[in-house]
């Protein structure tokens, strides 16, 4: 993966568009780590998770100055991630987003795909 940056989000904006108007399958995981309120009682463990989930979106977005955020507007609703720190579009055709922490643990995961997740 590669550092989400101003120079490359045409590059990940053209990714995502090419998803557009097909049905796709969404991975989406969001997590404030398993161990936080082991650490620290006062902490609250959030997190949310969706693999092959179906959709098909008319609009997709990429926004933000670092981190980014991704917004996906489908015929009923939305779909939402932010904190967007990597990317790629791996060997499968399928986009791979990726929010990293300070230490560098994945902090939220934004993947689509044409075939479903493994």
Same mark, same amino acid.
């Given at each position: 993966?590669?550092?989400? $940056?101003?120079? $490359?989000?045409?590059?990940?904006?053209?990714? #995502?568009?090419?998803?557009?108007?097909?049905?796709?399958?969404?991975?989406?995981? @969001?997590?404030?780590?398993?161990? @936080?309120?082991?650490?620290?009682?006062?902490?609250?463990?959030?997190?949310?998770?969706?693999?092959?989930?179906?959709?098909?979106?008319?609009?997709?977005?990429?926004?933000?100055?670092?981190?980014?955020?991704?917004? #996906?507007?489908?015929?009923?609703?939305?779909?939402?991630?932010?904190?967007?720190?990597?990317?790629?579009?791996?060997?499968?055709?399928?986009? #791979?987003?990726?929010?990293? $922490?300070?230490?560098?643990?994945?902090?939220?995961?934004?993947? #689509?795909?044409? @075939?479903?997740? $493994?």
């Amino acid at each position: 993966m590669q550092a989400i $940056n101003k120079e $490359n989000l045409a590059d990940i904006q053209k990714a #995502l568009e090419s998803f557009r108007g097909e049905e796709v399958y969404l991975h989406l995981e @969001t997590t404030s780590g398993v161990y @936080t309120a082991y650490r620290d009682k006062s902490q609250l463990t959030v997190g949310c998770y969706i693999r092959n989930g179906k959709i098909r979106f008319t609009t997709g977005k990429i926004t933000g100055a670092g981190p980014y955020r991704v917004g #996906l507007k489908m015929d009923l609703g939305w779909v939402y991630a932010e904190g967007l720190t990597d990317w790629e579009v791996d060997g499968e055709g399928r986009l #791979l987003l990726a929010g990293h $922490n300070a230490e560098g643990k994945l902090a939220c995961a934004f993947e #689509l795909s044409r @075939t479903p997740f $493994n």
